[in-house]
């Protein structure tokens, strides 16, 4: 398959795997690289750029094909050292950068400057455009049902991304609800020229990640995620477990007079304690409800490899297929 995306990032199929905190390490990003997707590392899981510079260096042991770096621009008052982790990802030779959260704007001409190219992950279309103005390459555009979150306007990648597909000129790939075949085939349809998968990939051999998450992915169903921070407008897609329920509860009781103070102990600082030691209800942690769709635990490149034979087979023959019991 060749798409735009195939062809700007030069990898072999049109699907990346987004930025996720405490899973987007360098097994990971090797792991999709390795299958001819687009892998990416969680720059800001790395504690300080020292540490993503040998983040890197030890995803480039393990590939010789290209991959990315995800950076997160947080709406937090205490800046993580964004030009120094920059710095890090330029002299590391990535030449691919994921932007996420507030608009990348003040540090283009950076990552331009170095020949890096950059695909902002947007919950909209005007956001979508913004990034195509300030020079982005391309956008993820990450639609309601996505794992993390899914901004405030709640519209679901039915309608956003044929909305994307009229506004953009630039390449986007579909974001949010992606699984498999067709997943990909669909995202094609609706415009896209491609997909990034969050969820899907936590649930792999490859991901450095607990069993126990794996598992509970796996056994959860598209009912089983929560949304909170509703209220703080910066609302998150969780996996429903103890935390979440004890969350949405103080959001109950406070009600718009809601402070991130009142939840801090379920949301802030958990993620080692979940996905590295297994510990479920430790707080709560992104998930999408493709979770509906998950059912086993391949390995990256069976999996990658089964949906590039799933979508081809849905366009050869039941697409075909359709047009030739038509004629
Ligand atoms: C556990 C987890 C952690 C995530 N962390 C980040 C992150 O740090 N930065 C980011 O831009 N996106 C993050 N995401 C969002 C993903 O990159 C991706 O956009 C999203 O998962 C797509 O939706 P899906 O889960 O339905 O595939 C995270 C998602 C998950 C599931």
Known sequence: MK????????????????????????????????????????????????LLAREIARCRDMTDQPFGVNLTFLPSLASPPYPEYIAAIVEGGVRIVETAGRSPEKYMPALKAAGIKVIHKCTSVRHSLTAQRIGCDAVSVDGFECGGHPGEDDVPNMILLPRAADALKIPFVASGGMADGRSLVAALALGAAGMNMGTRFIATKEAPVHDNVKQAIVAASELDTRLIMRALRNTERVLKNAAAERVLEIERQKGAAVVFDDIREQV???????????????????????????EDIPSVKELIDRIMAQAEGLIRERLMGVLGAAA
Do not use: W
């Not at 905190?21 to 300080?48: D, M, R, S, W």
């Not at 209800?281 to 409800?289: L, R």
């Open 3 to 50: 798409t735009r995306i195939t062809e700007l990032f030069e990898i072999e199929h049109p699907i990346i795997q987004g930025g996720m905190h405490y899973v987007g390490f360098a097994e990971l990003a090797a792991a999709v690289a390795n299958a001819g997707g687009l892998g990416i590392i969680t720059g800001l899981t790395q504690k300080t750029p020292e």
């Open 268 to 294: 802030a600082g958990v993620y080692p304690r979940i996905l590295r030691e297994g510990i479920l209800d430790a707080g709560v942690f992104s998930c999408g409800m493709v979770i509906g769709l998950i």
